[in-house]
């Protein structure tokens, strides 16, 4: 149980279009998920919180024109880079909190690429 | 806010040592997690370990909350153990929010 998916895996866009990612809780419910990007050898930041329902809440520096997020249900949240610059080439992953135990389900990641 | 320092940063190890990786933590938290992301980017839940010993199989967790440090020990290493490692703390923020802040990773490289 607990799985999180992500969709598409891999996307490769033109500067200045947008792309959408979904993260979906295919077996549990997530009033909370959260978005994290990591580049090439480093760590996961978080972007932000998407919280099923209000607002997502950003974290400093992390500009929510650019990068919008949607929370419509209690499975499924959706991050979309608008006019995509080729410095948002990343790995986009999503995390999942169960209402259940409180715990964080990852899932399998996205990895942008901007041409 | 609170900074979280893993070491080695690398480390490579001959298939069947044993290693133990360090992750320090600047202040108090509710929870620690160790990862393994795996070559494809897939993160793996290893242990959730606030404070004390856990172990499960060739792997093993201990936190001091005291002293504001995690260990994972791995024994026996195999080769499907390469990867990066991480340690994320849990904390409530001032906003009463929670978040997870990861370390910078070990990235650890198991030859047969």
């Known amino acids: 149980g607990a799985v999180v998916s992500q969709h598409p895996s891999r996307v490769i866009c033109k500067s200045g279009t947008s792309v959408k990612i979904e993260c979906r809780s295919l077996?549990?419910?997530?009033?909370?998920m959260f978005w994290y990007r990591q580049f090439p050898k480093q760590s996961l930041m978080l972007m932000a919180t998407s919280n099923e329902g209000s607002k997502a809440t950003y974290e400093q520096g992390v500009e929510k024109d650019k990068f919008l997020i949607n929370h419509a249900s209690l499975t499924l949240s959706t991050l979309t880079v608008t006019s995509a610059h080729p410095e948002d080439s990343s790995f986009y992953i999503c995390?999942?909190?169960?209402?259940?135990?409180?715990?964080?389900?990852f899932g399998p990641g996205t990895r942008l690429t901007v041409t | 806010g609170i900074q979280v320092e893993q070491s080695p940063p690398d480390l490579i190890l001959q298939e069947g040592a044993n290693s133990t990786l360090r992750c320090n933590f600047s202040?108090?938290?509710?929870?620690l997690q160790w990862f393994h992301q795996n070559p494809w980017g897939q993160l793996i839940n290893l242990f959730y370990i606030p404070s004390g010993t856990k172990q499960n199989g060739r792997l093993s967790a201990t936190t001091v909350a005291t002293e504001r440090y995690s260990l994972l020990y791995i024994s026996s290493s195999q080769t499907t153990d390469s990867g990066v490692y991480f340690c994320a703390v849990d904390r409530t923020m001032d906003t009463g929010r929670r978040a997870l802040t990861f370390g910078s990773g070990t990235r650890l490289q198991v030859q047969p």
């Open positions: 202040d108090s938290v509710n929870n």
């Open positions: 077996d549990f419910q997530a009033t909370t």
């Open positions: 995390s999942a909190e169960s209402e259940e135990d409180y715990e964080q389900y």
